[in-house]
């Protein structure tokens, strides 16, 4: 009888059931350790099981398993079978929240503040944006049509529109005051929309330091100031050329000897070193402050748009700092303790009226310890009316606690304090009487003048700065005072904005050859901390800088004068107060992505074509969202522009428009 298994079938029985066997040892052990694998008992009917009457139990039965990790493992996998639920677990108590960031130093990765660092790298864009945050503007809007611009009327050569606003002026109730030498800036809507065209005849300046001594006739066509102050020696014609021997009206026989006997008259008074920063009121064509540039000192010159118009337009035109503006009643746009001398020469100006109001606010924009030298005929002249207004000015600078301390020929200089102890120990009474404690002396846009005695700080801030020209690169006092969103790292932010733009520079002259350009007025529209104007220093432009702090942005014109440069307060969406083609480069960083929220574009735009001279030159530093807005403009005012990438690269957030501006005729 045959066998009915054959060895090879018991073969092929014994391999089946010795895989099964190693199969399931395995299956067993590995679920010992690890998450048990769920077998169950299934049959293809259930009507079968029912006939059968059993369920196949599984040995998991009763036990709770977390199957989330599987599921999560294959989501596409979708399981016929019901799985008991976990047994609830009780949740973690909540972590405990942080401590609240303390405001100072710098942010760590955390969210806290530490004032443990060093200097190192730095971001390009905190540099360019921390100034002015977007505080209370509106979304701008990113469609534009931009047409080309037509010239302006040759009426309008010398067009200021805040000082030339002849329908606001005639609706004054009263100027008596000097009201209509303010600013009186057209509605919106009704300002410049054209190109503000250049004379007839109009030549590229003469180069600085010539232009100091003569000027193109054809560039500020006006022989008024000839023919009234010909004989002091201010200003005469020859030919094609206005010349300017350097004299005034108190000073006919020169501004450096009258330079040399206000520094002899006061030994403390060192030109370049104890003083550096220096107002000129009623200057003239700014022959004062056009004779300190070479001993180290910059003068701000002042001047009304008065009868002898022009004067600062003369002044610029020399390549001498210079701003139409006049003690009428509103504070200038300069901060408290900006200048260590206030110069005024014959300058017109009633000091002691309304409780000497007017110098009063003299006295808030000089600093601790700086001097007024005062050469009018009051000083000097016997007569009664001189003599009774000389005694008023004594009285008046007595109840200022200012000191006396020389009178020569026709020169009186004062000395202001150094602290409140002074103005404490006044009889009770006395006026003009102090400032509130809480009024602000730096706030100073479109504010009324006060007739008050504006308060020294009580930490000596202002006072304390050092000698020129290590106060360029010292950080000031008054740094820790300005309103910003940081305290301890100021310090650094300052460093860090003075290697930013040093490097800057640096470039600008490698790559774009700025040393070939003729740069001497130059215009920050955006200034910080005056980073950009102080490398320009370390570099040795031979220029000047007129640092611009807009009103949208933190206050750091103190920190700016404090380093021994000069700036102003401003709102760009109103007119800039100078004349027109005055300025050899117009700077702006990152200023048009913080305005446009504010005020239209093109409005800052055509401003800028007004204020350069035909062949200046515009930088724009800022974010791409703004550039091609920005070059339509440029192209319809007839500018030259081309858009550069930074030093980051292409990728980089923010780009350079450069512009130069070409010579247009009406």
Same mark, same amino acid.
């Given at each position: 009888?045959?066998?009915?298994?054959?060895?090879?079938?018991?073969?092929?029985?014994?391999?089946?059931?010795?895989?099964?066997?190693?199969?399931?040892?395995?299956?067993?052990?590995?679920?010992?350790?690890?998450?048990?694998?769920?077998?169950?008992?299934?049959?293809?009917?259930?009507?079968?099981? =029912?006939?059968?009457?059993?369920?196949?139990?599984?040995?998991?039965?009763?036990?709770?398993?977390?199957?989330?990790?599987?599921?999560?493992?294959?989501?596409?996998?979708?399981?016929?079978?019901?799985?008991?639920?976990?047994?609830?677990?009780?949740?973690?108590?909540?972590?405990?929240?942080?401590?609240?960031? &303390?405001?100072?130093? $710098?942010?760590? &990765?955390?969210?806290?503040?530490?004032?443990?660092?060093?200097?190192?790298?730095?971001?390009?864009?905190?540099?360019?944006?921390? *100034?002015?945050?977007?505080?209370?503007?509106?979304?701008?809007?990113?469609?534009?049509? #931009?047409?080309?611009?037509?010239?302006?009327?040759?009426?309008?050569?010398?067009? #200021?529109?805040?000082?030339?606003?002849?329908?606001?002026?005639?609706?004054?109730?009263?100027?008596?005051?000097?009201?209509?030498?303010? %600013?009186?800036?057209?509605?919106?809507?009704?300002?410049?929309?054209?190109?503000?065209?250049?004379?007839?005849?109009?030549?590229?300046?003469?180069?600085?330091?010539?232009?100091?001594?003569?000027?193109?006739?054809?560039?500020?066509?006006?022989?008024?100031?000839? &023919?009234?102050?010909?004989?002091?020696?201010?200003?005469?014609?020859?030919?094609?050329?206005?010349?300017?021997?350097?004299?005034?009206?108190?000073?006919?026989?020169?501004?450096?000897?009258?330079?040399?006997?206000?520094?002899?008259?006061?030994?403390?008074?060192?030109?370049?070193?104890?003083?550096?920063?220096?107002?000129?009121?009623?200057?003239?064509?700014?022959?004062?402050?056009? /004779?300190? !540039?070479?001993?180290?000192? $910059?003068?701000?010159?002042?001047?009304?748009?008065?009868?002898?118009?022009?004067?600062?337009?003369?002044? +610029?035109?020399?390549?001498?700092?210079?701003?139409?503006?006049?003690?009428?009643?509103? %504070?200038?746009?300069?901060?408290?303790?900006?200048?260590?001398?206030?110069?005024?020469?014959? @300058?017109?100006?009633? *000091?002691?009226?309304?409780?000497?109001?007017?110098?009063?606010?003299?006295?808030?924009?000089?600093?601790?310890?700086?001097?007024?030298? *005062?050469?009018? =005929?009051?000083?000097?002249?016997?007569? &009664?009316?001189?003599?009774?207004?000389?005694?008023?000015?004594?009285?008046?600078?007595?109840?200022? @606690?200012?000191?006396?301390?020389?009178?020569?020929?026709?020169?009186?200089?004062?000395?202001?304090?150094?602290?409140?102890?002074?103005?404490?120990?006044?009889?009770?009474?006395?006026?003009?009487?102090? @400032?509130?404690?809480?009024?602000?002396?730096?706030?100073?846009?479109?504010?009324?003048?006060?007739?008050?005695?504006?308060? !020294?700080?009580?930490?000596?801030?202002?006072?304390?700065?050092?000698?020129?020209?290590?106060?360029?690169?010292?950080?000031?006092?008054?740094?820790?005072?300005?309103?910003?969103?940081?305290? #301890?790292?100021?310090?650094?932010?300052?460093?860090?904005?003075?290697?930013? *733009?040093?490097?800057?520079?640096?470039? /600008?002259?490698?790559?774009?050859?700025?040393?070939?350009?003729?740069? %001497?007025?130059? +215009?920050?529209?955006?200034?910080?901390?005056?980073?950009?104007?102080?490398?320009?220093?370390?570099?040795?432009?031979?220029?000047?800088?007129?640092?611009?702090?807009?009103?949208?942005?933190?206050?750091? +014109?103190?920190?700016?004068?404090?380093?021994?440069?000069?700036?102003?307060?401003?709102?760009? @969406?109103?007119?800039?107060?100078?004349?027109?083609?005055? /300025?050899? !480069?117009?700077?702006?960083?990152?200023?048009?992505?913080?305005?446009?929220?504010?005020?239209?574009?093109?409005?800052?735009?055509?401003?800028?074509?007004?204020?350069?001279?035909?062949?200046?030159?515009?930088?724009?530093?800022?974010?791409?969202?703004?550039?091609?807005?920005?070059?339509?403009?440029?192209?319809?005012?007839?500018?030259?522009?081309?858009?550069?990438?930074?030093?980051?690269?292409?990728?980089?957030? /923010?780009?350079?428009?450069?512009?130069?501006?070409?010579?247009?005729?009406?």
């Amino acid at each position: 009888m045959k066998n009915p298994l054959s060895n090879t079938d018991l073969f092929k029985l014994s391999a089946l059931l010795f895989v099964s066997f190693t199969f399931f040892y395995l299956g067993k052990r590995w679920s010992d350790g690890n998450q048990r694998i769920l077998f169950f008992s299934s049959y293809t009917s259930s009507r079968t099981s =029912q006939q059968n009457g059993y369920v196949s139990l599984s040995p998991n039965l009763n036990k709770s398993f977390d199957i989330s990790s599987l599921i999560s493992q294959n989501q596409s996998l979708a399981s016929p079978y019901i799985v008991p639920s976990p047994a609830p677990v009780d949740p973690l108590p909540p972590p405990p929240p942080p401590p609240p960031p &303390e405001r100072f130093g $710098i942010v760590n &990765e955390d969210g806290t503040m530490s004032d443990d660092f060093e200097i190192g790298e730095y971001d390009p864009d905190l540099v360019e944006t921390e *100034w002015n945050g977007d505080r209370n503007g509106t979304e701008a809007t990113k469609s534009f049509k #931009i047409t080309r611009y037509e010239m302006c009327p040759g009426s309008m050569r010398e067009y #200021i529109p805040c000082l030339d606003n002849v329908e606001a002026i005639k609706q004054l109730k009263s100027t008596d005051k000097g009201e209509r030498f303010e %600013r009186h800036c057209p509605l919106n809507g009704t300002g410049l929309n054209c190109l503000v065209p250049a004379p007839k005849g109009y030549k590229t300046p003469i180069p600085w330091p010539r232009s100091r001594n003569e000027v193109w006739y054809n560039n500020v066509p006006h022989s008024r100031l000839v &023919e009234d102050k010909g004989g002091q020696n201010w200003i005469s014609k020859e030919k094609d050329k206005f010349k300017f021997p350097g004299g005034g009206t108190q000073f006919i026989h020169g501004a450096d000897q009258y330079l040399d006997q206000i520094a002899k008259m006061v030994p403390d008074i060192t030109w370049g070193h104890h003083i550096r920063v220096v107002m000129d009121a009623g200057c003239g064509v700014a022959s004062f402050g056009a /004779y300190l !540039l070479p001993r180290n000192v $910059i003068t701000m010159s002042i001047a009304p748009k008065d009868v002898h118009e022009n004067q600062i337009q003369f002044a +610029l035109e020399r390549g001498a700092p210079a701003m139409v503006a006049a003690f009428a009643t509103r %504070r200038l746009p300069y901060p408290s303790q900006a200048f260590d001398l206030i110069h005024c020469s014959r @300058c017109r100006i009633n *000091w002691t009226r309304d409780d000497g109001i007017l110098l009063l606010e003299v006295n808030r924009m000089l600093r601790a310890g700086g001097y007024f030298a *005062w050469a009018a =005929q009051p000083v000097y002249k016997h007569e &009664e009316a001189q003599e009774e207004h000389w005694k008023e000015m004594l009285d008046l600078t007595t109840r200022l @606690c200012w000191e006396l301390v020389k009178k020569e020929g026709y020169i009186a200089i004062w000395k202001k304090p150094t602290n409140n102890s002074c103005y404490l120990n006044r009889e009770a009474g006395t006026i003009p009487p102090l @400032c509130d404690p809480d009024d602000n002396p730096d706030n100073v846009w479109y504010v009324d003048l006060k007739a008050c005695i504006t308060r !020294l700080p009580e930490n000596g801030y202002g006072a304390n700065v050092s000698l020129w020209p290590e106060r360029l690169r010292t950080s000031p006092d008054r740094l820790q005072s300005i309103q910003l969103d940081a305290f #301890i790292a100021r310090k650094e932010l300052f460093k860090a904005e003075s290697k930013y *733009w040093n490097e800057i520079i640096e470039s /600008y002259v490698r790559a774009l050859h700025w040393k070939k350009m003729k740069l %001497r007025n130059v +215009l920050d529209m955006r200034a910080g901390f005056g980073g950009f104007a102080a490398a320009l220093i370390e570099q040795k432009f031979d220029c000047w800088v007129m640092n611009v702090v807009p009103v949208s942005g933190f206050n750091t +014109l103190p920190v700016i004068y404090d380093r021994g440069l000069i700036g102003v307060m401003h709102d760009w @969406c109103e007119p800039f107060d100078t004349y027109p083609r005055t /300025y050899d !480069l117009l700077h702006a960083a990152g200023l048009f992505s913080v305005e446009s929220k504010r005020c239209n574009m093109s409005t800052i735009m055509l401003e800028m074509d007004r204020m350069l001279r035909p062949g200046g030159h515009v930088y724009i530093r800022d974010s791409i969202d703004v550039m091609d807005e920005l070059q339509e403009i440029g192209k319809a005012m007839g500018w030259h522009v081309t858009l550069r990438e930074t030093a980051e690269g292409p990728h980089a957030s /923010y780009r350079i428009l450069t512009a130069d501006k070409r010579l247009l005729h009406a």
